[in-house]
């Protein structure tokens, strides 16, 4: 058995390319519909948000897609990221598995987020756009854009979910520390938050709220501003990829090919750039990895959700999409783990747990933080709350190869660290946190409000 702890790649073996998964999806892609009239979007529409160079790649087929040489010396500020065998998890399991974790904490912000951030920024900036919005669950978006608008010299604008901009001080400092504007959604800075407020002024704010402000921001500036959105769409997901590519040279330098591979999933960017690289070798070579999506008890889109088509945010203004949903009025429980409290998931994950190619399963909270510990006590880094649910699946799969004394290799992504969500840990450790299961009946109501597609 290898002893080894880190395998590390030097900077020349960062990806060239991005690896597109809709060229090998094993089922056509549904259309975009345009919120007003419901009917295909067109390039028109969607240009009033986002440059024509990330529209394109949002329906690309081919399946490799160059990344420009800016963004890749940026890239290299973090990338390759180091990949690990927690040999010390292992032990601590007594387990025969083998199992490995990338992680994305090591960039400046600790996360994966930038990964998709930085190109965002330079294609918006090559279009000649002076200003992005957005909005930011957890802060871990709002901090990577505000990095990324910085280095390309652009202003931006966060809208920040309620809860999480009074749980997480520090990534709000983050985000304005670049030289970032941040607010706490919902605002009375739009119609749409203002209309929330009047209905209820203590709204703890959701990522569909947050999107929807962001979303009228940029519609009305006059093409001065464009949206920037940090997961579900294909491009963001697209960007992503140079994880996935890269842990399969590591794997190589290890001498291992995955049992199965493990992601947390609220949007879809963290386990789609992890994944997708991984379903590629599934559907082109003939390779059988158990791929699994990890989600909260709490916003169980995967597992609870309704596969359908749906508004990507609350005030029905951004592009409707077939994905799993938990309808866009959903209002998510206030669980620590910010950045996967979306009503909705990525339509290529959507379509790829539809088909079967992807498991998914949902987490309790308490479930995570003790996972949490588990792995912070042997491996030495505290994860942040997201990436504890996939760290969760891997210790229970690790536990069932004790049981039956198989060795499989199991890899998961750590895709940041959790030095900004200490308030978590203090309540976990206090005692203080509690399971929540979103209840089925509540997901019922919220698909009343669907669109109405012919």
């Known amino acids: ?185 919902p ?35 006059g093409g001065q501003k464009k949206y920037s959105l940090g997961s579900v769409l294909n491009h963001v997901l697209l960007h992503q990829t140079v994880i996935g590519q890269e842990v399969l040279q590591q794997l190589e330098m290890a001498g291992e090919y995955p049992d199965m591979v493990i992601a947390c999933t609220g949007g879809g960017s963290n386990f789609g750039g992890f994944a997708f690289p991984f379903l590629q070798q599934n559907f082109t070579n003939g390779k059988k990895t158990q791929v699994i999506a990890a989600e909260p008890a709490a916003s169980p889109s995967l597992t609870k959700g309704t596969y359908t088509f749906d508004y990507g945010d609350t005030a029905q203004m951004a592009p409707v999409v077939k994905m799993h949903t938990l309808g866009h009025t959903f209002i998510p429980p206030e669980i620590h783990a910010g950045g996967l409290r979306y009503h909705g998931m990525s339509p290529q994950v959507s379509a790829l747990v539809n088909n079967g190619d992807v498991e998914a399963r949902a987490v309790k909270q308490m479930d995570t933080f003790k996972a949490a510990l588990t792995f912070a006590r042997a491996e030495g880094i505290i994860p942040a709350p997201e990436p504890t649910h996939a760290i969760a699946v891997a210790i229970e799969e690790a536990l069932k190869c004790k049981e039956s004394g198989e060795e499989k290799v199991i890899v998961f992504n750590l895709c940041g660290h959790g030095h900004f969500d200490m308030a978590s840990y203090e309540a976990y450790l206090k005692g203080q946190l509690v399971d929540y299961e979103y209840p089925q009946e509540a997901i019922a109501e919220a698909m009343t409000h669907l669109p109405k597609i012919g």
């Open 1 to 185: 058995m290898s002893d080894q702890y880190k395998f590390l790649l030097d900077e020349s073996k960062l990806p060239k390319a991005w690896y597109n998964i809709n060229a090998d999806l094993p089922v056509p892609p549904e259309p975009v519909l345009n919120p007003q009239t419901l009917e295909p979007i067109t390039p028109d529409f969607l240009s009033v948000l986002f440059p024509m160079s990330l529209i394109m790649q949002e329906i690309s087929t081919e399946r490799y897609i160059e990344i420009p040489e800016p963004v890749r010396d940026i890239y290299k500020l973090w990338r390759p990221t180091p990949f690990f065998r927690a040999h010390r998890l292992e032990r601590a399991l007594d387990t025969p598995a083998h199992i490995y974790y990338k992680y994305e904490g090591v960039s400046p912000v600790g996360s994966h987020k930038p990964n998709t951030a930085v190109p965002q920024a330079f294609y918006n900036k090559e279009a000649g756009v002076k200003a992005l919005t957005t909005e930011t669950g957890a802060g871990q978006w709002g901090s990577a854009l505000a990095m990324a608008c910085n280095f390309f010299g652009m202003d931006l604008e966060v809208y920040m979910v309620k809860t999480s901009y009074n749980m997480k001080p520090y990534r709000r400092i983050v985000i304005e520390s670049f030289g970032a504007e941040v607010y706490a959604s």
């Open 187 to 221: 605002t009375d800075r739009t119609e749409y938050g203002r209309s929330v407020l009047a209905q209820d002024p203590t709204n703890p704010g959701s990522l569909g709220i947050a999107i929807s402000e962001a979303v009228e921001v940029a519609a009305k500036s």
